[in-house]
């Protein structure tokens, strides 16, 4: 192995990210640059020879959350965001082969046509093949966020880790694009995201994490080399354990 790779402590790893993250400049939909270049990190990764699993948001394309507040009925506003994941996922996977690396996208909603259904031995047998598996359709429940089931996938898959990418490198006290005092934390528990309400992921997600001692890792996805640089112990981050 060549000097300059670096050492991972992962094997298999479940990295998050918003739908947000794929609008680029954009104020909506995607941005087929930057879903270019998140891929491209994520080959990085894949190149170390870890497993990676993938949950990607739909807030580019429709959030439940906006259109139940418009007074559209909820649980009709949660699946249509649960489709726009599937659209995402499937730019994703897209970028992803155009790389060579051989992707499955995996819905908890059943679309045989674009998406193979969830079923939990299959999706361990691609890992195993070193496929990457992108996640779809949340849990495939509504009032659950992708929050919630990139956390759960994660724990079904046996990861040991979740990566989530953010714009900010890190868990603050408070907004830090607000407040130039905002302090960033190395390591916080679960309990005191809950309690001081810090926004890394929803309550649900936390308590799941938290009840199956799966640490959650806040990074930069805008940094370059952000995910690979994490994963090998270096950049800044936030680790959420204990």
Known sequence: MPQDTPQVTFNRVMLKISGEALMGDQSYGLHPPTVARIAREVQSVHELGVEICMVIGGGN??????GSAQGMERTT?????????????LAMQSALEDLGIHTRVISAIT???V???????RAVRHLEKKRVCIFA????????TTDTAATLRANEMSCEAIFKGTKVDGVYDKDPAKFADAKRYETVSYDDVLQKRLGVMDASAIALARDNNLPIIVFSLDEPDGFKGILAGQGTSTRVQG
């Not at 506003?77 to 996922?89: I, Q, R, S, W």
């Not at 359709?137 to 659950?144: L, M, V």
């Open 111 to 113: 679309m045989n046509e």
């Open 77 to 89: 506003a949660d699946y249509m965001g649960m489709l726009a994941t599937v659209m995402n996922a």
């Open 115 to 121: 998406a193979e259904p969830y079923i939990r031995r």
């Open 61 to 66: 394309i429709f959030r439940g959350l906006q």
């Open 137 to 144: 359709a949340g849990t495939g429940n509504p009032y659950f």
